[in-house]
């Protein structure tokens, strides 16, 4: 069994190989090698089967799906992306490699398909900003697809031809809506969403942290270990089941901030809770208040995929990953 | 006020034109040209402005959006595509005309609006295949986008575009899904849709129609005026107060082939009825069992578009705009 992992460098991409070299096998089939690729050196870890790479290497430039499906790994796990900030400012260069990229990839797989038989299990990493406003609460997986920016647009149209491939049987694709991912290991970033992880992952290390919105913004929410698991589940389950919709909204914990605070108390008590400072940004405020709090993953929660079930989960997860607790 | 035609030769593209060229003016300001596109001559019917030229040109070729767009129309009618037997054959063709040579106009139009100022209404005719099973009854404009064949994937994936692409202000988009349309002029084709037209047409003028499924069959209907109708309105309304979601259902009728038949009845007579023979065809019964036949349009409703209200004017539209009646 090879496996290719696109973004392999990345936050998740590297705790996804971490977790398959530690596990050697995927779907109870050994891994024989992994190729791992990303514009940055991707670390490869211990344990790693000796056949495996890291490529510095951006996906979607011309000629490199054709050569790193010529591998015809059996698995594709396809990670990278330009993040919506990004995609938003550089319009172009959002299309260009988020959509076409992974276009790219599946082209890639269909031609190489037409040597001889070939069919992978393609998994792509989707985003709940596939949806926009005005939605139900929650919002189920038979709502429309209503974007509202460039990333959740790219997304959503490779969501859509990553069916049309699946239905025609040139791979066997699965999409996978990751939630917010929490808590982020590291240091805050420019993102919207970065003080969700950061009221707690800065009070557990006794350090103030910003919190820019109100008790009562309620959001979806799972482990970078959940995350991994999503990945790994997408690429075993029998997808004979799910017929033409190939790409699903992931279980999480809906939490608003003031549970992720109590949550933080029970784990640390007042005084980490105290050093949440209160701050004023209206510019995240007006995004956070465009996303929604609540989904009703039934597909997925049917077809195997886990997340935690509450923010005391969560902050364990981090305890025990990050912090060797 | 110039205008844009493509699919000019088509059924609906020529009485598109024929309207306009009677009307003189679209929204209130006067043609002064139009550029009627096809593959095929487009006919330049009496009333048209003196600035009125037939391109027999592939609208997805390179190069050729470009040039269509430096004459700056102030709207496109984009109604050219390959039709969705041909798209499902042809899986390359499909998307090379359906997807990349629509995101070619959008670009054209993002381009020339890089030189100076320049955001024209783009009306793009999209489909009711965007939608596919299982679907609820009626199907609501919040429901998902589930094509099940590669036509509907492109036009999804077109009416995602065609979202970003007005939420960034590079045009102002409105897409137009089509009710099937009903009673098509001319003679029966492959499609597997064309008996609906069929039973009506054929014994309207005296000749027998083969009739492959049962009475109770479904569908959702619009004739070829309402379909004009439809591509006029969404060239006129205020898209201010659409949003993000720049693509709606079409009113139609939804009507069963009994009820069908029933109207036949009415307007010509049992000896009509008589000439509908039943035939077995399961390769078509069961494509049709793939289709909605209720569709809740609320917000195209709401925005002034327009369908009869039952078979019988859907009949008298054919008598009086084909039959001279």
């Known amino acids: 069994m090879k496996i290719l992992v696109t973004g392999a460098g990345g936050m998740i991409g590297r705790k996804l190989v971490e977790r398959l070299a530690a596990d050697k096998a995927l779907g109870g089939k050994a891994i024989t090698g992994m190729t791992l690729v990303d514009v940055t050196e991707s670390p490869i870890p211990d344990g790693c089967p000796q056949g495996t790479k890291s490529l510095v290497l ?17 698995v594709i796990f396809h990670l990278a992306a330009i993040v919506s900030g990004d995609a938003e400012a550089n319009f172009e260069k959002g299309y260009k490699i988020n959509f076409n990229g992974t276009w790219a990839l599946f082209e890639a797989v269909r031609l190489e398909g037409e040597q001889s038989p070939y069919k992978p299990r ?11 406003p005005p939605f139900p609460d929650p919002i189920t997986d038979d709502f429309a697809l209503t974007p509202t920016t460039s990333y959740g647009t790219q997304k959503a149209m490779t969501e859509l031809m990553l069916a049309d491939y699946s239905r025609k049987g040139y791979l066997d694709g699965v999409g996978v ?4 991912i929490c808590i982020r290991p590291g240091k805050p970033n420019k993102a919207a969403s970065s003080f969700f992880s950061g009221i707690l992952r ?4 006794g350090v103030e942290a910003p919190l820019p919105v109100g008790d009562d913004v309620r959001h979806w929410f799972a482990s970078p270990r959940s995350a991994v698991g999503f990945f790994i589940n997408a690429a075993t389950i029998d997808t004979a089941t799910l017929g033409v919709r190939r790409s699903m909204t992931m ?3 809906s939490a608003t901030v003031g549970e992720q605070i109590e949550a933080l108390r029970k784990a640390a008590g007042d005084k980490a809770v105290a ?15 465009g996303w929604a709090g609540r989904y009703a993953p039934a597909l997925a ?4 995929f886990k997340a935690e079930k ?10 025990e990953d990050e912090m060797g607790k």
């Open 202 to 205: 800065e009070p557990l290390a």
């Open 310 to 319: 509450n923010f005391d989960e969560i902050i364990k997860v981090y305890q």
């Open 301 to 304: 929660t049917k077809m195997g």
């Open 122 to 132: 393609f998994v792509f990493a989707s985003t709940l900003a596939v949806f926009g």
């Open 251 to 253: 279980p999480g914990v």
């Open 275 to 289: 050093l949440i400072k209160r701050v004023d940004d209206p510019f995240v405020a007006t995004i956070v208040k």
């Open 58 to 74: 951006d996906y979607s430039e011309r000629g490199v799906a054709t050569t790193l499906m010529q591998e015809r790994p059996d």
């Open 177 to 180: 809506r990751l939630p917010t």
